[in-house]
């Protein structure tokens, strides 16, 4: 019935807007978005576990 509505579950980082719309959703800078999908990919669920692994070490350089 809802395979009309498509689900997003890749983040275009090449669209400055997409990346903007990943960051508020994932609670994160844009700037850790880009981050991520260079580490993990496109794919929305690998860099939200991404991002959620790095989470309590914010900032730190690796």
Same mark, same amino acid.
């Given at each position: 019935?809802?395979?009309?509505?498509?689900?997003?579950?890749?983040?275009?980082?090449?669209?400055?807007?997409?990346? #903007?719309?990943? =960051?508020? &959703?994932?609670?994160?800078?844009? *700037?850790?978005?880009? #981050?991520?999908? =260079?580490? &993990?990919?496109?794919?929305?669920? *690998?860099?939200?576990?991404?991002?959620?692994?790095?989470?309590?070490?914010?900032?730190?350089?690796?």
């Amino acid at each position: 019935m809802s395979d009309h509505f498509n689900r997003v579950t890749h983040i275009n980082p090449d669209d400055p807007h997409d990346v #903007a719309l990943w =960051a508020l &959703v994932l609670d994160v800078t844009p *700037a850790s978005v880009y #981050a991520a999908v =260079a580490e &993990v990919g496109t794919d929305a669920e *690998a860099v939200q576990a991404h991002l959620m692994g790095k989470s309590s070490s914010a900032g730190s350089g690796g």
